[in-house]
């Protein structure tokens, strides 16, 4: 007869039973029912799937975080969802050359870029595609904000990966730019900080920053240039 079986991601899979020696007394024994390392694997990688995809279902209507900024049900409801990512990431290296990337914002809590995206309409404008574009071997991040149709502001970074931690990217801005179709307005750099990458795979990337800010952005299907 079966005693129990365990949860499917539990810390140890086996079938026991209940059996009778010939003098009427139980013993259980068990039975591995997969090589351990292979079946945490593949609960570590359900987990991954599963908390990926709740974050991406909280952020899916939130217009890049317009709509979380009026809603703090909303905004613990999705950094919840970041802190889980993180706690799946925290053992990974993300600073590596697949960090090299046009990433795309999906959502985010920077007072900053949300100020821009949701004032550009006073200027005559929107705000098109927000992204970060990052660049590992030449040391080199933009973040940028399109205006289109010609319209992009843009500012250019160095950055240094922390060799003490396998997630922090250090980051100094070196310039900036606000361009149209036939005009050019430098800016001054403006500061310096760190961000990590919490959670990295082949889709999205998940950070947050010096300042207690988040970030979840996704691989977009374009490179952006100056």
Request: positive net charge; contains cysteine.
């Amino acid at each position: 007869m079966y005693v129990r079986t365990s949860s499917l991601c539990g810390s140890n899979q086996f079938t026991a039973r209940k059996q009778k020696d010939g003098a009427g007394a139980v013993s259980i024994s068990s039975t591995s029912a997969a090589p351990l390392g292979r079946f945490r694997t593949k609960c570590s990688l359900f987990a991954a799937q599963r908390a990926k995809r709740n974050l991406m279902d909280l952020i899916s209507d939130q217009d890049r975080g317009l709509r979380t900024q009026k809603d703090a049900v909303k905004r613990d409801a999705i950094v919840n969802a970041i802190e889980a990512m993180a706690a799946i990431g925290r053992s990974s290296i993300t600073t590596g050359d697949s960090l090299s990337a046009t990433w795309r914002l999906l959502w985010t809590t920077e007072k900053e870029q949300l100020f821009i995206i949701e004032k550009a309409g006073l200027l005559g404008t929107r705000a098109g595609e927000v992204l970060q574009v990052i660049d590992v071997k030449k040391g080199k991040l933009n973040n940028v904000i399109t205006f289109p149709p010609d319209g992009v502001f843009f500012v250019r970074s160095d950055i240094d990966i922390d060799i003490s931690s396998p997630q922090r990217v250090n980051f100094r801005f070196t310039s900036a730019v606000l361009r149209g179709s036939n005009w050019e307005i430098p800016l001054p750099p403006f500061g310096q900080g760190w961000f990590e990458n919490v959670y990295m795979d082949g889709d999205i990337r998940v950070a947050k920053d010096i300042r207690g800010d988040y970030l979840v952005v996704d691989r977009a299907p374009f490179n952006w240039k100056e």
